[in-house]
Nanobody, 122 residues
């Protein structure tokens, strides 16, 4: 599975960004796709994930109500709509994928895209 992330940028507090992650390779019916982020000096952390089969979505507590993950089956693309952004959301965001069931453990995702920088200014 190959992943290509895009959509990062610089935004002011309270602004919005939409990240995209295009996937190619094996079939996706049993794929779970996730978004992770890594701020300077911190470990990579789970942000959100979606089950490709049924669209079940999962979020870390700090982004619930602000971020929305979705998928476009026709385009093999997953999106992360980020609203009400805060300076603490500043990080490099990565999309990742795994076959099987949902998990928020970073190490259980074998496929990774390149990161995209999100910077939220105060």
């Amino acid at each position: 599975v190959q992943l290509q992330a895009s959509g990062g940028g610089l935004v002011q507090t309270g602004g919005s960004l939409r990240l995209s992650c295009g996937a190619s390779g094996r079939t996706f019916s049993s794929l779970v796709m996730g978004w992770f982020r890594q701020a300077p000096g911190k470990e990579r952390e789970f942000v959100s994930a979606i089950n490709w089969r049924d669209g079940s979505a999962y979020y870390t507590d700090s982004v619930k109500g602000r971020f929305t993950i979705s998928r476009d089956n026709a385009k093999n693309t997953v999106y992360l709509q980020m609203n009400s952004l805060k300076p603490e959301d500043t990080a490099v965001y990565y999309c990742a994928a795994r076959f099987g069931t949902y998990t928020n453990y970073t190490n259980y995702y074998p496929y990774w895209g390149q990161g995209t920088q999100v910077t939220v200014s105060s």
